[in-house]
């Protein structure tokens, strides 16, 4: 719910990555407070809402869970067009992803707009014995891109609300 004399702000996020990183679980924790084990793979894009409440504003979220563009070479320009935010997941037992991640992020600081809002998520840390990519080096890619950072668990709910209040923040901030 909108407070009054709070402003709204409508915001396109994105969501980017390999496939199987987690990232419509991210985004169904988000929008349903539900997680899949056995979540069916999203053919082409999903589409969902999202209202978040700070006391400084309210954004909306429009929010664009990518799949399959692992086959291209480039994002579809209809998924950066007019994005304030992104989200770019890796899967932490899995060095490919994050390779993959990076990739992304080069990507959307070519073609995306000037001022965008992005975080680096590193999800399923709750399969810490598998682990392949060590924190310190999302922190570091991350910082050397102006990028939020954190490990997350689309499984356990682990800093979910975290990464999408700091988000939010974020897009407050510059709007
Ligand atoms: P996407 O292809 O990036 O959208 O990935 P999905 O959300 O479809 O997830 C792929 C698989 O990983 C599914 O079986 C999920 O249940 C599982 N998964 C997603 N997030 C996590 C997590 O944080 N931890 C664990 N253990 N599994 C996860
Ligand atoms: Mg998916």
Do not use: C
């Amino acid at each position: 719910m909108a407070r009054p004399g709070n402003k709204i702000i409508h915001a396109k996020m994105v969501l980017v990555g390999d496939m199987g990183t987690g990232k419509t679980s991210l985004v169904l924790r988000f929008v349903k407070g539900q997680f899949f084990q056995h979540q069916e793979p999203t053919i082409g894009a999903a589409f969902f809402t999202q209202v978040l409440s700070l006391p400084e504003a309210t954004l909306k979220f429009d929010i664009w869970d990518t799949a399959g563009q692992e086959r291209y070479h480039s994002l579809a320009p209809m998924y950066y067009r007019g994005a304030a935010a992104a989200i770019i997941v890796y899967d932490i037992t899995s060095m490919d992803t994050f390779l993959r991640a990076k990739k992304w992020v080069e990507e959307l600081k070519r073609q995306g707009n000037p001022n965008l809002v992005m975080a680096l998520v590193a999800n399923k840390r709750d399969l810490e014995s598998d682990r392949e990519v060590n924190i310190e080096e999302g922190e570091q890619f991350s910082e050397e891109n102006g990028m939020f950072f954190i490990e997350t668990s689309a499984k356990t709910a682990l800093n979910l609300n975290e990464l999408f209040y700091e988000m939010a923040k974020r897009l407050a901030k510059a709007t």
